[in-house]
């Protein structure tokens, strides 16, 4: 199947697999058990903002850093810019925070409160370089306003 028709679908079972449950820590825990097993990636998960940091949420793959400041990292830079942010080798981008030395790429797609504020990122690794496009950015962000109806952030 290809990238387009994977997200497709991916999306849909996303939202089904989360509506109508009102626990955040297992519907987003859900979520990136569904995200990364169906797309193979290194490690999926979220990061919430909590205290002026983004502070680390449910998610599938090693175990990862605890905090992030606003602006530093890939996360923190999503964050602060409110935008979407493809990276496609991490050594390349100042100031990555190396989780694991087994990430070479990643996306940061953030997630918004009813306001538009940043309540929170999804965050993806992956142990290839250059994992992610336009076409993941466009539809992670489908999934984040999924993620963002559906759960209570
Ligand atoms: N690499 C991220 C930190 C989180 S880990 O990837 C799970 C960053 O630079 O924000």
């Known amino acids: 199947m290809d990238k387009e028709k ?22 987003l825990a859900n979520a990136a058990a569904l995200m990364h097993e169906t797309m193979g990636w290194w490690w999926t998960g ?45 050594e ?12 070479r790429s990643e996306i940061v797609v953030p997630l918004h409160d009813n306001q538009g504020a940043v309540v929170g990122v999804i965050d993806i690794d992956s142990k290839d370089l250059a994992t992610f496009d336009e076409v993941d950015a466009r ?9 963002e109806r559906q759960v209570n952030l």
């Open 46 to 90: 979220f990061y919430l903002v909590k205290d002026d940091m983004l502070q680390l949420g449910p998610f599938q793959g090693p175990v990862a850093c605890y905090r992030i400041k606003r602006g530093k990292g890939v996360c923190g830079t999503a964050w602060h810019e409110n935008r979407t942010v493809v990276v496609d080798d991490v």
């Open 6 to 27: 994977t997200y497709e679908l991916l999306v849909k079972q996303v939202e089904s697999l989360i509506e109508g449950e009102i626990n955040p820590a297992g519907q």
């Open 139 to 147: 539809w992670l962000e489908e999934i984040a306003h999924v993620i």
């Open 92 to 103: 390349q981008f100042p100031g990555h925070i190396a989780c694991s030395s087994e990430s």
